[in-house]
Every structure is written in structure tokens, then in C-alpha cells.
């Protein structure tokens, strides 16, 4: 079992000694492994294939959410909700990652914030298992050791102020302390729920939507400004 990294509160960036990341869209462009998993669904079910710009918008709110909107885009009956979710879950087990690549500066800013002590953990509403799975295939597992919570680990998933305040008890730093970094409306709400800032990047998935509408205390185009944000700030 890992050491969680112990905050020191006179690095820089002391006004969060943690930092709560989404994984897909936000550390990791995975819209390739969703795109190849949902069409290899479609074509056993005779469906045709999608775009990734179409399932870019299904993605953030967790796999039943995903599953769905791709049903109701098919027009196929609730019934076959499970045949999609079995054969999604089974394609996507067996290419999770393939189609995937970390988004840049990623590896440099949590090398930067292990280096400072300040406490990560990552928190996703993508399946734990797959989560932990592909965080070890990018190199990433080794920042985050334990700290993984899925979107089947708890009770609820994000939105619900559940797993990040779930995470900060684990790393022994109040809501206040700590940043969300995301890069959709389910991740700012999630800390607004939790009572704690959040970052929101916008090369992720938010639904199709400007992610600049979203309340937050930075708006980034790059992981560099995140990170610079983080140094910054007293």
C-alpha cells in the first residue's frame, strides 16, 4: 500500500495542499478508446458508427449515462440498454488505453506537485478498475498509488460531493485546502457540492458546452497555466 504524499503548507501554492484530478478529458484524451469501444458496439448490433464530436458529448457522467444517450441516439428499446452496456464494457476492457493519449504538461505538473508534497489523488466517474488500468498503462499510477476513486467505488459519483470529500479525508486536508481539477460541469459541481475551488481545462469533454460558463477560479487552455495558477497562489 502507498504513502500519500503529506502536504507542506510552505511550498509554494499554499493555499491548496491538495489537488483532486478528473481522469478522462482532463489528464488523459480518451475519446479515442470511447469512440472504438461504442462503435464495435454498434456494429455487432447493426447499428451504424458515430463521430467522435457525438460521443465526446456522452462522456463525463459515468457509464449508465453513456450507455443511454447512445441507446436513445440508435433509437433502440430500453430493453436493449444491457445488450449495449455488455458489449460496451467488453470492447472497452479490451482496448482500454490503445486509442488514448495523456494531454500535455500532464506528466510535468504532477512531477512538479509530488515534488512540492502536495497531495494528489485522481477522481473519475470512469469504472475504478478501468480507471486504475489505464492511469498504469500512461505511467500516471505512480503519482497517485491508492488514490483512485471511481464512479462505482462509492455510494455516488460526481456530481455528488461524495468523492471529493471521500479523497480529502484520505489525504487528511479539509474541502478548503483542496482544488478539483476538471474540465466539465459534472467536475465543477462536484466541488461546489464539496465547498472547494475548482480549475476546469478546456480541452475536455464538457457536453459539447463552453466550459468557460462554468464557475471556477481558473479557466485554462494548458496544464502549464495550471500549474503556474497553483505556484501563484498564497
Request: charged fraction near 20%; charge should be negative.
Amino acid at each position: 500500500m502507498s504513502t500519500p504524499n503529506m502536504p507542506d503548507a510552505s511550498v509554494p501554492g499554499g493555499r491548496y495542499s491538495a489537488i483532486l484530478l478528473d481522469l478522462d478529458g482532463t489528464m488523459v484524451d480518451t475519446i479515442g478508446d470511447f469512440v472504438q469501444a461504442m462503435n464495435r458496439t454498434f456494429e455487432e448490433l447493426g447499428q451504424p458508427t458515430v463521430a467522435a464530436d457525438l460521443v465526446a458529448t456522452w462522456v463525463g457522467r459515468g457509464g449508465p449515462h453513456l450507455i443511454n444517450e447512445a441507446r436513445l441516439h440508435a433509437g433502440l428499446a430500453a430493453d436493449q440498454g444491457d445488450v449495449m452496456r455488455e458489449g460496451f464494457f467488453r470492447h472497452y476492457g479490451l482496448i482500454n488505453g490503445q486509442y488514448s493519449a495523456t494531454f500535455p504538461g500532464v506528466e510535468a505538473g504532477l512531477t512538479r506537485w509530488q515534488a512540492a508534497g502536495v497531495g494528489l489523488a485522481c477522481v473519475t466517474n470512469k469504472p475504478e478498475a478501468h480507471a486504475r488500468e489505464l492511469l498504469a498503462l500512461k505511467g500516471l499510477d505512480r503519482f497517485f498509488g491508492d488514490r483512485v476513486w471511481g464512479g462505482d467505488t462509492l455510494a455516488e459519483r460526481k456530481p455528488h460531493a461524495l468523492p471529493l470529500l471521500t479523497a480529502c479525508a484520505a489525504l487528511g486536508v479539509p474541502a478548503s485546502k483542496a482544488l478539483m481539477v476538471g474540465d466539465s460541469h459534472t467536475d465543477a459541481h462536484a466541488a461546489q457540492a464539496a465547498g472547494m475551488d475548482a480549475a476546469l481545462l478546456s480541452w475536455g469533454y464538457n457536453h459539447g458546452k463552453p466550459i468557460e460558463a462554468l464557475p471556477a477560479v481558473l479557466h485554462a487552455d494548458a496544464f502549464e497555466t495550471l500549474v503556474d495558477f497553483w505556484a501563484s497562489s498564497p
